[in-house]
């Protein structure tokens, strides 16, 4: 069954590509989101569309500039999509990867036109675009793993995974039937199927980078309503957010620790240095204990220099475990000053630790319990960890 002519199918790609390059640019330049990434889509469309549309452009050129202008173009297109991914996905990858595969792939193609071979160069161009896609896969997969549910992974995926799969497919073709290599030369359509899988995966990618956009503005404004703007921190808000959360989940056996912080004299720090040492005192705090604790732990800044970390508890843990972590965190801080200047500052901070109280949803009297530990600390000369004791807790029960 043939619903499209193949001619009708390439002119459709063809379309959609121009909008897409449109829409990014429109992204990218107006709006402002993710302009770098942006950009690159909207070469990879513009790129694409050339491509595709030389046979009739370039219709009266000699074949070997034809194919070489194919050939190019969708060495590139791969090389601009792998580098959009980088950026959207903000992989810290460096790209010597894909300059390594390009800059072979473009000799071997060069090598192949001047060598008046038609197969070289297809040869070259699918191997590139196969590793390349290969790449992107294996990015994607990098990217976003821990950070979203394995079936979306798998989604997104999928459109790199299939162009891997359709070039390599094509490669094999090619080294088993070389008279392939003159069809394509010679500028034969390629078949409706082929067409069509191409089109799908095109579209495809763009639906995923443009998932991938979406999902880091959300991400982003997620950020800037969760976090205390100078430490990083979670703000109060959500940080009373998590602990009602972990209230809730106390009721089905998943313990935690309420760890109370207070910066020791840190009003000197702000008077003896000026409010902006007093800024990187809290931002420094913050870096330290954020290396101390681990990834399901959460510190948020509730004022000032006033923090609390909310540590969940493994089924043998308890108030000990978390007495010990707040002491690495105390010990931490200890170690290291303040970088200011010339200056080393040193800085310490006092921490109360308790366990929270099963049916308290706010968790107002575990972080009470912890805030009147945090006190005893303070009262006991600062720079220390203080934790309720079992008897306190039920006396304060
Ligand atoms: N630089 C800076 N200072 C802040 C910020 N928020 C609160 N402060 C200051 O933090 C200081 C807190 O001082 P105090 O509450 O007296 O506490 P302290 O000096 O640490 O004394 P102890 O807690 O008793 O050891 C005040 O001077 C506030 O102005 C901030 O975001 N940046």
Same mark, same amino acid.
């Given at each position: 069954m043939?619903f499209?002519? %193949?001619p009708?199918?390439?002119?459709?790609t063809?379309?959609?590509?121009?909008?897409?390059a449109l $829409?990014w640019?429109? !992204?990218?330049?107006v709006?402002?989101?993710?302009p770098?990434?942006?950009?690159l889509?909207?070469g990879? #469309?513009?790129?694409?569309?050339?491509?595709?549309?030389?046979q009739?452009?370039?219709a009266? @050129?000699?074949p070997?500039?034809r194919?070489?202008? *194919?050939?190019?173009?969708l060495?590139?297109?791969? %090389?601009?999509?792998?580098l959009a991914?980088?950026?959207?996905l903000?992989s810290?990858?460096?790209s010597?990867d894909?300059?390594?595969i390009a800059g072979l792939?473009a000799?071997?193609?060069a090598?192949?036109?001047?060598g008046?071979?038609a197969?070289?160069p297809q040869?070259?161009? &699918?191997a590139c %675009?196969?590793a390349l896609?290969?790449?992107?896969?294996?990015?994607?997969v990098?990217?976003?793993?821990g950070r979203?549910?394995?079936?979306?992974?798998a989604c &997104?995926?999928?459109?790199?995974?299939?162009?891997?799969a359709?070039s390599s497919a094509?490669?094999?073709?090619?080294?088993l039937?070389?008279?392939w290599a003159?069809?394509?030369a010679?500028?034969?359509?390629?078949s409706?199927?082929?067409a069509s899988? !191409?089109? %799908?995966?095109?579209a495809g990618?763009?639906?995923?980078l443009i998932?991938?956009?979406i999902?880091?503005?959300i991400?982003r404004?997620q950020?800037?309503t969760?976090?205390? *703007?100078?430490t990083?921190?979670m703000?109060r808000?959500?940080?009373?957010?998590a602990?009602?959360?972990a209230q809730g989940?106390?009721?089905?056996?998943?313990r935690?620790?309420?760890?109370?912080i207070?910066?020791? #004299?840190?009003?000197?720090?702000n008077?003896?240095?000026? #409010? $902006?040492a007093?800024?990187?005192?809290?931002?420094?705090?913050v870096r330290? @204990?954020q290396?101390?604790l681990?990834e399901?732990?959460r510190?948020?800044?509730?004022g000032g220099?006033?923090?609390?970390?909310?540590l969940?508890?493994?089924?043998?843990?308890?108030?000990d475990?978390?007495? &010990?972590?707040?002491?690495?965190?105390?010990?931490g801080?200890?170690a290291?000053? !303040?970088? @200011?200047?010339?200056l080393?500052?040193p800085?310490s901070?006092?921490?109360?630790v308790?366990?929270?109280?099963?049916g308290?949803?706010q968790?107002?009297v575990?972080?009470?319990?912890?805030d009147?530990?945090?006190?005893?600390?303070k009262?006991?000369?600062?720079n220390?960890v203080c934790a309720?004791?079992?008897?306190?807790?039920?006396?304060?029960?």
């Amino acid at each position: 069954m043939q619903f499209l002519d %193949v001619p009708t199918i390439l002119q459709v790609t063809a379309l959609f590509n121009l909008m897409s390059a449109l $829409a990014w640019l429109a !992204l990218a330049q107006v709006f402002r989101v993710a302009p770098r990434a942006g950009r690159l889509m909207a070469g990879f #469309h513009l790129l694409y569309v050339m491509t595709l549309r030389q046979q009739e452009a370039a219709a009266g @050129w000699p074949p070997p500039l034809r194919q070489a202008m *194919t050939e190019f173009g969708l060495l590139g297109c791969s %090389v601009l999509l792998l580098l959009a991914l980088r950026r959207m996905l903000r992989s810290r990858q460096r790209s010597h990867d894909i300059a390594s595969i390009a800059g072979l792939g473009a000799a071997a193609i060069a090598a192949g036109l001047a060598g008046g071979q038609a197969l070289v160069p297809q040869l070259a161009s &699918t191997a590139c %675009v196969a590793a390349l896609a290969l790449l992107s896969t294996r990015e994607v997969v990098r990217g976003l793993a821990g950070r979203l549910s394995r079936p979306v992974i798998a989604c &997104t995926v999928l459109p790199f995974a299939l162009l891997a799969a359709l070039s390599s497919a094509h490669l094999v073709e090619l080294l088993l039937d070389p008279s392939w290599a003159e069809a394509v030369a010679a500028d034969r359509l390629p078949s409706a199927l082929r067409a069509s899988l !191409l089109f %799908v995966i095109t579209a495809g990618i763009t639906l995923d980078l443009i998932s991938l956009m979406i999902w880091r503005v959300i991400a982003r404004i997620q950020h800037l309503t969760e976090r205390d *703007t100078l430490t990083g921190a979670m703000n109060r808000r959500a940080f009373e957010q998590a602990l009602v959360e972990a209230q809730g989940l106390l009721q089905r056996g998943h313990r935690f620790a309420l760890v109370m912080i207070d910066i020791d #004299h840190f009003k000197r720090v702000n008077d003896t240095h000026g #409010h $902006a040492a007093g800024d990187a005192a809290l931002q420094h705090c913050v870096r330290i @204990w954020q290396t101390g604790l681990r990834e399901v732990d959460r510190l948020g800044r509730l004022g000032g220099e006033e923090f609390c970390a909310l540590l969940p508890l493994a089924a043998a843990d308890d108030l000990d475990t978390a007495a &010990t972590i707040a002491e690495r965190l105390r010990a931490g801080l200890s170690a290291q000053p !303040l970088r @200011w200047h010339e200056l080393e500052l040193p800085l310490s901070a006092s921490f109360g630790v308790a366990l929270p109280v099963a049916g308290d949803a706010q968790g107002q009297v575990g972080m009470a319990r912890a805030d009147a530990e945090l006190y005893r600390a303070k009262a006991e000369g600062r720079n220390r960890v203080c934790a309720a004791t079992h008897l306190q807790e039920l006396a304060a029960a």
